[in-house]
């Protein structure tokens, strides 16, 4: 805060009109960057006026002599020496006694020194509350000083050089005796005798964790335990294990059906399709925005002044200090608006440009790949508007006739899409004992008691729980045997749709130019309509084919948006509510900021969040029925997307009214002098820099690590490790494991385009970074990059080493991706 009695001197005069003059945008903003960057450096001191000429060639001990000295006196020059400080947020310098005296009120303003101290006659600095000033102090002597400039500081504390308030953490109310006592605890608080403030829950709290230490207790037992057991059934296992390799993806039947290697670029190859070959490309261009945001900020800033890269990171402390850090921080905000400026604008002009020719040229490799490759929906058009016929009749061969004298294309086989929805399990378990009859591997034998004879009483009991909850008989309907499979099939009648395969590409076109032409075909009294197809066999989901109205999936996706609401209530009730609980009540007073666990706390609260997120979206896109897996991935991606998007505002919101009311409490001003209390108006008080600050370090927060990177640290473990080696360990220990339920165990979990969702995610939270100080702006865009080189490489491994094979053959995902 300037005092307006204070002279500006003629150096400061002429740096505020440098700074006037350097107030423009667009090309010459542009052209004015690119000279400082390439003329000499005695060029661009004396740009910036006498006062940074004069600086580059002061000493420093004299500089840590001067009460009114600026943050940026003490830095070395800008060159290459400066560029490791943009990640060192924290002030570095040591503390120095200014040219304070003793019972002087000086108000202090963003010239400043935090470093300074008060004489060793008289240690500490009091805010001065005995007139209507602010951002006053006076250096003390003793604590009987202290309460007469503010008797709400009774406590001198010599370590921090302050005449500070009682500290006791959940306090209302203080008794202002000198002691770090309590009068009144907030809510769910209770005073003990010795002046704390005790949570009135703490024994529910005790009582949770010995509850989930004992579980936890009893998980790593058990893990242990199961890993060291000695394997008694090799044999099947091995098989099983067989058939996790044979599922992976292989090369053509001419190479020699070999796993992929490693080196494949899927940047230009496709082993999974068209749609994850754009998969990967969009990935790759995240990463290098990410980059170049990052790096064009840190040139930015590296050109002109290095007080970008730490605006709006500083923490606040003292009352003091945060006078201090208010006005540097608004005048410093002020002045550098011009390159937050020109920064957006760039970053705009390059992603909307960039973003036009991302799609063109994701179209264009679709294209080339569709054209290059020759794929059963080449040959596929899928016909609308089917009646309902009854199984007993051969509708299939019916309308391969129908096909042929109408076409004259030859038409190699109908696939109906069977209205099986409500059998679907029933078929699926016949379906897997016809393959286990078929193969000798996998049949079922007699299994005679083969429990280890040197079982431990503890692993006894581990064992029969194994067999009574994982590895036992599930209770199960007995699957259908062959009569009752068959009159299963003559009883079903068919749904709405039918694929119909052609002998070759040119057949298929023919055909669907003649039905164009006659505005349908003519089957049963009904008008049948043909539309060509872009998924592959593999990505239809068959049960979904029933007599399903688009209104029927319209009452289902509200069913949906409903769940999506319970869970987000129920992680901002259980999970959210109790961390921001806590934040609100932690004691602010004298400087102190929440520490380390808070930050694990939250990063933790938003992984589970994103989780929970993933769970209930998947689970509403499959609770829908669309027909093809590539349509359900949009719907996840979108409803993904937007649960996030509300978790963040939730909590931007809770953030923004947790920092109002601490700001208020301790006694914050604008950097004009007005009480925040007093700010009518959202948009000014949004507008304050202290605002400004803790809005721009909690989105920070929630990007990196917490949503950018632990998730998908833990991914690898949580999807491949752990499930492999608990598996392994489970069929290798219980020889009643055998067959279909053995390959299932150590089956590895089916990839999916989900991986768009995170990264559209992990863009959104990017750019709502631009809204706030530019001090975390690299950091959080390098996280991106960073985190999204290592999403890439894990897919990348995961894809040709460890999932199912999978085929994506559109570019559906893709497009929405892009839109959002």
Request: charged content about 20%; aromatic content about 12%.
């Amino acid at each position: 805060h300037v005092d307006p009695g204070l002279k500006t001197s003629p150096c400061r005069q002429h740096a505020d009109r440098a700074i006037d003059n350097r107030t423009m945008t667009g090309f010459n903003a542009a052209l004015f960057i690119i000279l400082l960057a390439t003329t000499e450096p005695w060029v661009a001191s004396a740009a910036r006026g006498p006062r940074a000429a004069a600086r580059r060639g002061s000493k420093r001990s004299h500089a840590l002599t001067q009460e009114n000295l600026t943050m940026s006196e003490a830095r070395p020059p800008k060159g290459l020496r400066q560029l490791g400080d943009m990640f060192s947020k924290e002030d570095k310098k040591e503390h120095f006694t200014g040219a304070m005296a003793c019972q002087d009120t000086i108000r202090v303003n963003s010239t400043s020194s935090k470093q300074a101290d008060c004489p060793d006659d008289c240690p500490y600095f009091a805010q001065d509350k005995t007139d209507d000033q602010y951002c006053t102090f006076r250096c003390v002597a003793n604590a009987q000083q202290c309460v007469a400039m503010n008797p709400k500081t009774p406590i001198a504390d010599l370590k921090m050089g302050i005449c500070r308030s009682p500290v006791v953490e959940s306090c209302r109310e203080y008794y202002y005796d000198g002691t770090d006592t309590c009068k009144v605890c907030n809510r769910l608080y209770a005073l003990g005798p010795d002046g704390k403030c005790y949570s009135q829950f703490k024994y529910v709290v005790y009582g949770l964790g010995a509850v989930f230490g004992v579980l936890t207790v009893f998980i790593v037992l058990w893990m242990l335990d199961l890993l060291l057991r000695p394997h008694c059934n090799d044999e099947v296992l091995e098989k099983a294990l067989d058939f996790r390799s044979h599922q992976k993806l292989r090369t053509s039947k001419e190479s020699g059906r070999n796993l992929w290697p490693l080196s494949t670029n899927l940047l230009s190859q496709a082993p999974a399709g068209a749609g994850m070959l754009l998969h990967f490309n969009f990935q790759f261009v995240v990463i290098w925005w990410g980059l170049i945001i990052a790096l064009l900020w840190v040139v930015l800033a590296t050109v002109y002044d290095h007080d970008m890269f730490i605006l709006g990171t500083r923490s606040f402390g003292t009352p003091r200090s945060n006078c201090i850090l208010v006005s540097w921080g608004y005048e410093t905000q002020q002045r550098l608006m011009w390159t937050k400026v020109l920064f957006c604008q760039i970053v705009y002009v390059f992603t909307f440009i960039g973003s036009l020719l991302m799609s063109i040229r994701q179209l264009r490799l679709f294209q080339h790949f569709d054209y290059q490759n020759k794929t059963m929906k080449d040959f596929v058009l899928m016909c609308e508007g089917l009646p309902r016929i009854s199984g007993a009749e051969r509708v299939e061969e019916e309308l391969k006739n129908c096909v042929t004298s109408a076409t004259g294309a030859s038409v190699v086989a109908v696939s109906v899409a069977w209205d099986h929805k409500d059998h679907q399990e029933s078929i699926v378990k016949f379906l897997e004992n016809d393959m286990v009859e078929r193969d000798p591997h996998l049949r079922s034998a007699p299994v005679l008691d083969m429990s280890p004879p040197e079982m431990n009483p503890l692993r006894k009991k581990f064992f029969e729980f194994e067999q009574a909850t994982l590895c036992g008989p599930a209770e199960e309907e007995e699957a259908p045997n062959d009569s009752q499979m068959r009159e299963l099939c003559l009883q079903m009648c068919t749904g709405p749709a039918a694929f119909v395969v052609f002998e070759s590409e040119d057949g298929r076109d023919l055909a669907f130019d003649r039905i164009k032409q006659t505005g349908g075909l003519e089957f049963r009294g009904c008008k049948l309509q043909f539309f060509e197809q872009d998924s592959e066999p593999d990505t239809v989901e068959w049960h979904n084919f029933g007599h399903s109205t688009p209104a029927d999936k319209m009452r289902r996706l509200f069913i949906g948006f409903g769940a999506i609401g319970v869970a987000l209530l129920f992680w901002s009730v259980v999970f959210y509510a109790p961390y921001a609980w806590s934040v609100m009540t932690f004691n602010y007073d004298n400087g102190q900021q929440p520490g380390a666990i808070y930050a694990l706390s939250f990063s933790m609260v938003v992984v589970l969040g994103n989780q929970i997120m993933y769970e209930t979206c998947a689970r509403v896109s499959d609770f829908v029925g669309f027909r093809f897996t590539d349509t359900k991935a949009v719907c996840y991606m979108i409803l993904f997307t937007v649960s996030c998007l509300y978790n963040v505002l939730v909590d931007m919101v809770t953030t923004y009214y947790i920092a109002e009311q601490v700001m208020e409490e301790l006694g914050f001003r604008t950097y004009f002098g007005k009480k925040l209390s007093e700010i009518e108006t959202f948009t000014e008080k949004f507008e304050t820099y202290a605002m400004q600050r803790s809005l721009a370090e909690n989105t920070y927060r929630y990007a990196f690590p917490a949503t950018y990177l632990i998730p998908f640290l833990l991914e690898p473990l949580a999807t491949i490790y752990v499930p492999l080696v608990l598996g392994r360990a489970l069929v290798g220990t219980h020889p009643e494991v055998r067959g279909r339920d053995a390959e299932g165990w150590v089956a590895s979990i089916p990839m999916d385009m989900g991986r768009y969702a995170d990264v559209v995610l992990n863009m959104l939270l990017g750019v709502i970074i631009l809204y706030f100080p530019g001090g975390w702006t690299h950091y959080l865009f390098f996280g991106l990059a960073a985190s999204h080189v290592w999403i890439y490489v894990f897919d990348h491994g995961r894809l040709l080493r460890s999932v199912p094979a999978i085929t994506v053959a559109t570019m559906e995902v893709d497009w929405w991706a892009q839109a959002m």
